[in-house]
């Protein structure tokens, strides 16, 4: 039964217990299987029990998640790591820092046809930190798939931002520092390319490439910002303003 239950452990990556069916009552982490013309129980354990603290950890989402095929494709990618299902997400752990980064959910998105969503959650020492950034993504999903089209490799610090601009379109007496009625009437175009000159580290020779500009006419159009806001985005509290208030306008416009 120790060949059967690896074979078990392999397929479904999760710790099992297996033993002889006898009419006893099946629990909810039990099941049947036939084997050898016998009936037998597979009981799955715990998922807590494969995972290893104090290694680094990323959570890898899809709205319609094929676990099987997604751990296929990770093990393709990188050697050494274990691959979980966790609190309905599917988590990756390793004892080293990946390299995963935003060409990663390319090559899923190539493979699975499906957008690819990929929280770096860092070195995680102990379950309650890990819940807790779980926890804040499953929160925060719905502001990040409504915000973040072009960037779908998540860390850390990306969720602090995505937490403020949550704040920020939920909060009333923000809201109304934040004048959508202007906002509105900009194209938006316009304040697209700003937030994407911020996620560019306010930097032009970046933009461009990435909006596929002209340097000149990226230039004009973050003048048009600083003509209708009073923002000139290369300064940072101005930028980070702009940020903050574009983004809780758009989550606005959608709900």
Known sequence: MINLANFIEKQTNKKVNIFEYKNQELKTNQELITFNNSLYIIEMENENFLLNMSNYFYLVYQQNLDHNILKDILFNLYEDI????????????????????????????????????????????????????????????PTILKNNTSNKFITTKDLILYRDIYISSKDMSICKLIDFNKIK???????????????????ISKTSSSLFLHRNTLIYRLEK???????DLKNFKDAMVFYLSINAYFISKSI
Request: no cysteine.
């Open 185 to 203: 009437t900009i194209d938006e175009n316009l304040l697209y390319t700003g937030i994407n000159f911020i996620e560019n580290d306010l930097n």
């Open 82 to 141: 274990n691959i979980v299902e966790y609190k309905k997400h599917l988590l990756i752990d390793s004892k080293t820092k990946l390299d995963i980064n935003i060409n990663t959910t390319e090559i899923i998105e190539a493979e699975t046809y499906s957008n690819t969503y990929i929280f770096d959650l860092d070195k995680v020492d102990n379950y309650e930190i890990l819940d807790l950034k779980i926890e804040l993504f499953n929160k925060l999903l």
């Open 225 to 231: 910002i600083k003509e209708f806001l009073n923002l």
